[in-house]
């Protein structure tokens, strides 16, 4: 079985400041890792996945994630945040089988202040 | 543009009522999933169906049940409400098995 953890419940964070919201899992078998976001009364975007191949994975509004095996983490990155980017950001785990469940971790609210 | 249709956004039940939540996507999806959401809980998963009639038990199932009668549509039943079923669904739909790709905006349930 997988687990998720992320260590920030909030984060906040001024307009154009860099932000990194940590992320680590827990597995015995290889994964496949995401990020999700959930803007204001809205469902979840699927922002960004690693499944295989380079370790670096990026989002097409400027989010990155880069999976390290060995520190068994998934950080999420951005250089210059936006008020826009106000949300909250979901890590999530699964195992490679079809019948591997997505485990969600509980979720880091990011504020971005003006 | 894809789209996972929840019925309602706000709902208001009393204890024992028996409480349907709806979901609708166009996309055509095989997999259609039910979660709740709770702060610091992150997304549970309730159930899943992975094919029309088909279900399968996630993680909290207890005191839920599910209808796929329907491609499109799948449907969370509360048998018995009860206060601790007060929360945030989310329906979701994907192409692969147990993987959620799109999300509905949610249907925020207080039972009184």
């Known amino acids: 079985a997988q687990s998720v953890t992320q260590l920030d419940s909030q984060v906040p964070v001024f307009e154009e400041a860099p932000v990194e919201l940590r992320c680590n899992y827990s597995?015995?078998?290889?994964?496949?890792l995401f990020w999700y976001v959930q803007y204001p009364n809205q469902g979840l975007q699927l922002l960004l996945k690693?499944?295989?191949?380079?370790?670096l994975v990026e989002s097409i509004n400027g989010f990155e994630a880069e999976f390290n095996k060995s520190q068994t983490s998934f950080h999420l990155r951005k250089p210059s945040v936006h008020i826009s980017d106000t949300a909250e950001y979901f890590c999530a785990v699964s195992g490679k089988t079809s019948y591997d469940k997505v485990i969600f971790g509980p979720g880091t609210s990011l504020s971005v202040i003006p | 543009d894809v789209k996972v249709t929840q019925s309602s956004r706000y709902l208001v039940k009393r204890t024992g009522e028996k409480v349907f939540l709806e979901c609708v996507q166009d996309?055509?999806?095989?997999?259609m999933f039910w979660y709740r959401q709770d702060p610091g809980l992150g997304l549970r998963l309730i159930y899943f169906s992975y094919d029309v009639k088909m279900k399968e038990k996630g993680d909290i199932p207890e005191g839920y049940s599910v209808s796929r009668e329907k491609k499109e549509r799948f449907s969370l039943i509360l048998e018995s409400a009860s206060t601790n079923q007060t929360s945030m669904y989310l329906c979701?739909?994907?192409?692969?098995?147990?993987?959620?790709?799109?999300f509905g905006d949610g249907t925020r349930l207080s039972i009184l």
């Open positions: 597995s015995s078998v290889s994964v496949y």
């Open positions: 996309m055509d999806h095989e997999n």
């Open positions: 690693y499944l295989s191949g380079s370790t």
């Open positions: 979701a739909s994907g192409v692969q098995k147990v993987q959620p790709q799109h």
